[in-house]
T-cell receptor, first 114, second 115 residues
Framework: DAGVIQSPRHEVTEMGQEVTLRCKPI?????LFWYRQTMMRGLELLIY????????DSGMPEDRFSAKMPNASFSTLKIQPSEPRDSAVYFC????????????FGQGTRLTVV | GESVGLHLPTLSVQEGDNSIINCAYS??????FIWYKQESGKGPQFIID?????DKRQGQRVTVLLNKTVKHLSLQIAATQPGDSAVYFC??????????????FGKGTLLTVNP
């Protein structure tokens, strides 16, 4: 298996533009997580899905952020409109539901909003 | 202006020495814990995990200790190598009710191994 695949690896966009980050979890995994990592706040859980259903989105910063998981093999995190303070590395991770297995992380998307 | 970043605890060791990285977790109901290693430019990578019904677990060159009384985890790395240089995070499953799995991360510790 290729692991969790995220795209793009790097994204530079202008303030106000829409940004879409993509994630393909590991085949067979049924939990998917979106994290944001910054120097100021470390690794923050934004939202997670079980069986494609959002379970907890309390970490989503504001209405400009939205996440979808239309099927078991694909998820998106969208920011509209983007702001400079959204600049961060965004990680997607996947796991098997059950609570006692590790989450596998993708390589991340480094987002820069100018 | 000058940016203020997250001031990570740092640990600097000599190659060949043993390293101990500590972590305090927040939720007394957490029942599953993981240590991750993150190298520059990469995503966190699993090292070792432990369930709350255990107080010690050993892997290859690594040992995790769990003290639920004081909500403390430690990661011991034996014979530390330059390739161990990274940021190390502890994570807890802070929503262990039912089948939910909410992995919450600590702030991380920067380990530097000097050759």
């Amino acid at each position: 298996d290729a692991g969790v695949i995220q795209s793009p690896r790097h994204e530079v966009t202008e303030m106000g533009q829409e940004v879409t980050l993509r994630c393909k979890p590991i085949s067979g995994h049924n939990s998917l997580f979106w994290y944001r990592q910054t120097m100021m706040r470390g690794l923050e859980l934004l939202i997670y899905f079980n069986n494609n259903v959002p379970i907890d989105d309390s970490g989503m910063p504001e209405d400009r952020f939205s996440a979808k998981m239309p099927n078991a093999s694909f998820s998106t995190l969208k920011i509209q409109p983007s702001e400079p303070r959204d600049s961060a590395v965004y990680f997607c991770a996947s796991s098997v539901i059950g609570g006692s297995t590790e989450a596998f992380f993708g390589q991340g998307t480094r987002l820069t909003v100018v | 202006g000058e940016s203020v970043g997250l001031h990570l605890p740092t640990l600097s060791v000599q190659e060949g020495d043993n390293s101990i990285i500590n972590c305090a977790y927040s939720n007394s109901a957490s029942d599953y814990f993981i240590w991750y290693k993150q190298e520059s430019g990469k995503g966190p990578q699993f090292i070792i995990d432990i369930r709350s019904n255990m107080d010690k677990r050993q892997g290859q060159r690594v040992t995790v200790l769990l003290n639920k009384t004081v909500k403390h985890l430690s990661l011991q790395i034996a014979a530390t190598q330059p390739g161990d240089s990274a940021v190390y995070f502890c994570a807890e499953n802070s929503d262990s009710g039912g089948s939910n799995y909410k992995l919450t991360f600590g702030k991380g510790t920067l380990l530097t191994v000097n050759p």
